[in-house]
């Protein structure tokens, strides 16, 4: 079997409203997909992670310059072509673009491998752990309105995701300390007080800051506070670690086995969140897992995009080892956003119905059993959204 094609399709739609994080409001959809064909028909799907102008510049590396490198190998060499892009791109990307368009392929040469031993990512890998892992949804999103009445929001809203079945919300914050610790008092409010809310700043603040909106989730039990400071910043990280009670966790700005041994070396973070379309793909994010649970932390990944994304992190969580172990042991969630996005939830032949299942099985997901990643695209719907670029 030889690969003949590799095929980026990126993917745009105008969203309903405005939406925003920490570093900026965006009103457009985006996805980024990763089509690897064979010259025995095998196709296999996979994603890259990056929005908008990144994601088409993405598709410059995948079809420009990772292409050329792998026309005429084995999909199913797969680690030996994760190491040959990376060798060849070392001098121009360790990180980064370079690395999310890889994981794109990586990812659909993984989906290849399972289609042709006509088997599941999960058994692949060693097998499945769970049959299906709680979900947690996130909502929230910043908007361009008085902090007064985008508390009222959130909380009508927090509560409408723990009546949709979830297992547990998370929440933005950037508007600053202050403000930003009224929206977590309001989100905390709408959940009432045993059920779990998480909150992400998108690495908005100073450790300063961070100490003030940290101590603030201290009292009002959040569960995990993601990425409070810059990702470079990881003396920050090992100062929070210490002197907070709220978990701090991170990661999905780290890319590879090499930055992820330092963030992991360093202690920084309670709750590991590593983003396998941007790390170096499955061959990379397996790689980074072992590395997480030989320091004993435990991982919660990071999950933004289309279905692809979504069912290779199905794939992915059923394998993870339990860490430590046990007869009730430490559980993984599922990342869901709530907010509009068809092509997580329109673009399967046979949709995932997340929140379907959220609602019917107490807050929880079933994991794909089909062969590969286990789903199938809609070619009608690729190129009805597809964009040229």
């Known amino acids: 079997m030889k ?5 980026s399709h990126v993917l745009s739609y105008d969203m309903p409203e405005v939406l925003g994080y920490s570093q900026q409001y965006y009103a457009k959809r985006s996805a980024h997909l990763v089509e690897v064909q064979t010259d ?48 060849l791109l070392r001098d121009h990307g360790q990180k980064g673009m370079p690395m999310q368009a890889l994981s794109g392929v990586d990812i659909a040469l993984w989906d290849i491998a399972g289609k ?16 299906d892992v709680p979900c947690y949804g996130y909502g929230m999103m910043l908007r361009d309105e008085p902090v007064a009445e985008l508390a009222a929001r959130f ?9 949709m079945g979830f297992a547990a919300t998370k929440m933005k914050v ?24 998480m909150v ?7 450790t300063s800051d961070a100490f003030y909106v940290g101590r603030a989730l201290d009292e009002l039990d959040a569960y995990w506070f993601e990425e409070p400071i810059a990702p470079e910043d990881l003396d920050g990280y090992r100062e929070l670690r ?4 709220v978990n701090i966790s991170g990661g999905e700005a780290e890319f590879n086995r090499w930055g992820w041994r330092n963030i992991l070396e360093n202690r920084g973070l309670d709750i590991a969140q590593p983003e396998v379309c941007a790390l170096g793909g499955i061959s990379e994010y397996l790689r980074v897992l072992a590395l997480c649970h030989a320091h004993f932390t435990p991982v919660i990944n990071h999950v933004w995009g289309s279905a692809i ?29 709530t907010t509009d996005n068809k092509f997580r939830d329109e673009l399967l032949a046979e949709p995932l119905d997340i929140q379907g299942q959220v609602k019917a099985n107490k807050g929880r997901v079933r994991i794909p059993t089909g062969p590969g990643i286990g789903v199938t695209p809609d070619m009608d719907f690729i190129k009805y959204y597809e964009i040229d670029a």
């Not at 202050?178 to 709408?190: E, I, N, W």
């Not at 992400?200 to 100073?206: G, K």
């Open 174 to 197: 950037g508007f600053g300390p202050k403000p930003d610790v009224k929206l977590c008092q309001a989100v905390r409010r709408g959940v009432g007080d045993e059920f779990r809310f």
């Open 155 to 163: 909380e009508d809203e927090a509560a409408a995701i723990k009546d």
């Open 242 to 245: 210490a002197g907070l009670r």
């Open 200 to 206: 992400d700043a998108n690495h908005c603040y100073t």
């Open 3 to 7: 690969i003949t094609r590799i095929i």
């Open 309 to 337: 994304a979504v069912a290779t992190n199905l794939q992915l969580l059923a394998a993870m080892p339990p860490l430590p172990g046990g007869m009730h042991p430490w559980e993984p969630m599922l990342e869901f956003d």
């Open 40 to 87: 025995e028909g095998v196709t296999g799907w996979g994603e890259c992670f990056g929005p908008g102008n990144v994601a088409i510049a993405n598709k410059g590396i995948v079809e420009k310059v990772i292409q050329p490198m792998v026309l005429g190998m084995d999909p199913m060499d797969r680690d030996v072509i994760w190491h040959k892009v990376y060798n």
């Open 116 to 131: 042709v031993a006509n088997l599941p990512l999960h058994k692949l890998i060693g097998g499945a752990h769970r049959d």
